[in-house]
């Protein structure tokens, strides 16, 4: 096993960790081509599907020893953080694409939305439907008219937006108020502006591909 302190990569990344993962998500990261770092016991999808390990974070509690491990492996024994984020603190990417955060147990899932909303990552998580990712501030999109579009505001919240069934303009969003679930495009740009607090954008995952090459980096 060789101990890394952190790793960085000047690409897009995946990132597997051991909640729900299924056929599709082995497909697409092994198709992907980018590196796969697995958060703790996210190890054993990616060694039971023969997926190339580039690294390995965690407290180790759910995997075997990794003491012959040929990838390099960041310990984190802190109870304070869960594996996701300690994945978002030792990892440097463009940007990373995370599968096995969402599903299955609730509390997990909003866990995750939690981390997302902290990290200065620019964060995918990818859901059986579904990919979820902190608005930026400004975000410029061209995507097929009628194309699923959602804003979750994680406090309060004021945007503006062009090319929604539903505007937002005016509009003080936060969660336990006024939210933007359920919206669409009807045009084919639309362009979301921030100008306080910060919400998670939920498209879906088909349309993952697109949005990444018109993401602001």
């Not at 492996?73 to 096995?100: H, M, R």
């Not at 090319?163 to 006024?178: A, C, E, K, Q, T």
């Amino acid at each position: 096993m060789t101990n890394s302190s952190h790793f960085t990569v000047t690409q897009g990344v995946n990132l597997i960790g051991g909640g729900l993962v299924n056929e599709q998500d082995i497909n697409d990261i092994r198709k992907s081509g980018k590196s796969l770092f697995c958060a703790d016991s996210g190890l054993n999808y990616a060694l039971k599907n023969n997926l190339l390990v580039s690294g390995l974070i965690g407290d180790l509690d759910s995997v075997d020893s990794q003491k012959d491990a040929t990838y390099p492996v960041i310990f984190d024994q802190s109870q304070d953080t869960n594996d996701l984020e300690k994945s978002l603190d030792a990892i440097n990417a463009k940007y990373i694409i995370c599968y096995g955060f969402l599903g299955g147990r609730l509390d997990h899932s909003l866990a995750s939305f939690n981390v997302i909303s902290k990290t200065k990552q620019v964060v995918f998580l990818i859901g059986e439907e579904d990919v979820c990712v902190v608005c930026p501030k400004n975000l410029k999109l061209n995507l097929p008219i009628g194309t699923r579009f959602a804003l979750f505001p994680m406090d309060k919240t004021f945007a503006k937006s062009k090319g929604l069934m539903w505007n937002l303009d005016g509009i003080l969003m936060s969660p336990n108020g006024r939210i933007s679930t359920s919206n669409e495009s009807i045009e084919k740009h639309i362009e979301i502006w921030i100008d306080d607090g910060l919400a998670l954008a939920i498209f879906p995952r088909n349309t993952l591909p697109t949005i990444i090459n018109q993401w602001p980096f």
